[in-house]
């Protein structure tokens, strides 16, 4: 065993070759340097080679698995998928069509026609009472092939019949569309038009609606009687010689209140059996409207697949974020890499060298 001298005198001995840059390399690593240069040089790819299977592991079993579970999402969805469209059809078989525009009278009785919708035949429509006052209307929806024509022709015999166009709503010139026209139509000749409209088109709806009126009239009949009585009353005490002259202004005064409150009363009564004396007839005419097609239902392996589709969509999305997000990180790593590589690569020149 040396003692500290021998120690020390051997770091100096080293110090002094290592300072003087005479170190030289013992025979041992000469020996393994000449081993190694003798050697068949490395081909360049042999290495990326022997790495690639692994590597491409790492970058195909990702892929894989990704694509294994969107198979899966949309073979066990589409049948899901297929209850939920069958489910959407029977929603829009149970949605009523849209209802017609026109609405009956408050208070009023609506009475269907006999005849049967879609057919040409006159509709047994009920008839208007005779000898009692009543607003009548019908409202009528027809199919027609032409709106154009068809709306002119309804126009002129409504007014052929003496009645007259109260409203139409149609574009002009329009052979295809709809078309809505209230009629006023005398009611003595209801029954003759309700026959020759139906006749301009297929029918499609129609509806008759009756209120009666005539306890309104004959209640202000009774009111007007009463007050034509209480007038003659009035003017037989005018006749009395004993009363003063303000007593006469103020019955007099009395007098013609209840004349205007007749006068008034005439006035409603007279409106009211001119509403009755004519009918209204509500009319919408439309064209044959084109069959909307209902796109036919996939079936189960295109549903399968159409899942499939957009799953992989979804993760590709998912994937692209991920590597937006962790590419500067990457590209950081790989830069570090190749310079501790080169570095690495320098040192062991500069070592060799020597």
């Not at 209480?230 to 303000?246: G, H, M, N, V």
């Not at 409106?271 to 909307?292: I, N, P």
Request: hydrophobic share 40%.
């Amino acid at each position: 065993m040396s003692g500290p001298d021998g120690i020390d005198e051997r770091y100096g001995t080293l110090v002094g070759e290592l300072r003087s840059g005479e170190a030289t390399a013992s025979p041992e690593l000469r020996e393994r340097v000449r081993a190694i240069a003798k050697r068949e040089p490395e081909r360049p790819g042999a290495r990326f080679r022997s790495r690639l299977p692994r590597r491409t592991a790492f970058v195909f079993v990702p892929v894989c698995a990704l694509a294994a579970v969107a198979v899966a999402v949309g073979v066990f969805t589409s049948g899901g998928s297929e209850k939920t469209a069958l489910d959407g059809h029977e929603r829009v078989s149970k949605v009523p069509s849209s209802p017609s525009p026109f609405k009956p009278a408050t208070g009023s009785a609506q009475l269907p026609f006999t005849g049967r919708a879609d057919t040409k035949r006159t509709p047994g429509a009920l008839a208007p009472s005779g000898s009692r006052h009543q607003l009548y209307s019908v409202d009528l929806r027809l199919r027609v092939s032409d709106l154009s024509e068809t709306t002119k022709r309804a126009i002129q015999l409504t007014r052929g019949w003496g009645g007259y166009v109260l409203s139409v709503d149609s574009g002009a010139n329009q052979k295809s569309g709809d078309a809505y026209l209230t009629l006023r139509i005398p009611i003595t000749k209801v029954q003759t038009a309700l026959a020759r409209l139906t006749s301009l088109g297929t029918i499609v709806a129609n509806h008759v609606s009756i209120q009666d009126i005539q306890g309104q009239l004959n209640q202000r009949y009774g009111q007007m009687a009463d007050l034509r009585a209480q007038i003659a009353k009035l003017r037989a005490r005018l006749t009395d010689t004993s009363l003063t002259e303000s007593q006469r202004a103020f019955i007099a005064a009395a007098i013609a209140r209840r004349q205007a409150t007749i006068v008034r009363l005439q006035d409603v009564q007279t409106a009211q059996k001119t509403r009755a004396s004519f009918a209204t007839v509500a009319l919408e005419l439309e064209t044959k409207k084109a069959a909307v097609v209902v796109p036919s239902k996939p079936g189960r392996i295109g549903e399968a697949l159409h899942n499939i589709g957009r799953v992989l969509v979804t993760e590709a999305e998912i994937l692209l974020y991920v590597l937006l997000i962790g590419a500067p990180f990457v590209i950081l790593a790989a830069l570090l890499w190749m310079g501790r590589r080169s570095f690495r690569r320098r040192s062991d020149e500069e070592l060799l060298a020597r």
